[in-house]
């Protein structure tokens, strides 16, 4: 079965350009994160969706920082203007009520702002 | 405040041997899980093990056991007869309550298997 999809893999941007982050989460799972992670502040969670409504996105951030879950396969996590500072590893993850709630994690997004 | 603490920023530990990771948590909440994740130079990060809040036996998988002292809350990781491939970032993470899928993440703690 194919995990989280998530692309690009890399991606390195210019400070003042727009960031798209795609996620596609495991078939029949119905909650999705977004996540962060960074040397000086671990992972965080920036957003969440269950069900494909954004659930809690108090981890977002900035006004820079948005999120969308069009359906149930697809999510975008987009960043505008992008700054030095956003540069992290950006996680995507989904999980099943069903399952004991674990949640599985796609490769990652490298993202280096400049 | 802290909801998970990984005390153990990096441990060393022979192969075939076992290695304990700690993580200790804090919560209010009567309902809640445990996970365990392994992050390999990769990059990506593996489930490893859950055990609930109400789980009466601690939860094993394979190599991977989760010492779970409620009481004392702790939920200490377990890798038994280490392998040169178990060289990772080990993360502990909690999710509270009911309907709330949220996970707290530990900082982490480096593990490196020796030959």
């Known amino acids: 079965d194919a995990g989280v999809i998530q692309s690009p893999r890399h991606e390195v941007t210019e400070m003042g350009q727009e960031v798209t982050l795609r996620c596609k989460p495991i078939?029949?799972?119905?909650?999705l994160f977004w996540y962060r992670q960074t040397m000086m502040r671990g992972l965080e969670l920036l957003i969440y969706?269950?069900?494909?409504?954004?659930?809690?996105d108090s981890g977002m951030p900035e006004d820079r920082f948005s999120a969308k879950m069009p359906n149930a396969s697809f999510s975008t996590l987009k960043i505008q203007p992008s700054e030095p500072r956003d540069s992290a590893v950006y996680f995507c993850?989904?999980?099943?009520?069903?399952?004991?709630?674990?949640?599985?994690f796609g490769p990652g997004t490298r993202l280096l702002v400049l | 405040a802290q909801k998970i603490t990984q005390t153990q920023p990096g441990m060393f530990v022979q192969e075939k041997e076992a290695v304990t990771l700690d993580c200790t948590y804090d919560?209010?909440?009567?309902?809640?899980?445990l996970f365990w994740y392994k992050q390999p130079s990769s990059g990506e990060m593996i489930f490893l093990i859950y055990?609930?809040?109400?789980?009466?036996q601690n939860a094993t998988e394979g190599r991977y056991s989760l010492n779970f002292q409620k009481a004392r809350k702790s939920a200490n990781l377990v890798i038994s007869a280490s392998q040169l491939g178990d060289s990772a970032m080990y993360f502990c993470?909690?999710?509270?309550?009911?309907?709330?899928?949220?996970?707290?993440f530990g900082a982490g703690t480096t593990v490196t298997v020796r030959a």
């Open positions: 969706f269950n069900n494909n409504v954004p659930i809690d």
């Open positions: 055990q609930g809040s109400y789980d009466e």
């Open positions: 993470a909690m999710r509270e309550g009911r309907g709330d899928y949220k996970l707290s």
């Open positions: 078939s029949g799972h119905n909650s």
């Open positions: 993850a989904s999980s099943s009520q069903l399952i004991a709630e674990t949640q599985y």
């Open positions: 919560t209010s909440d009567q309902s809640y899980g």
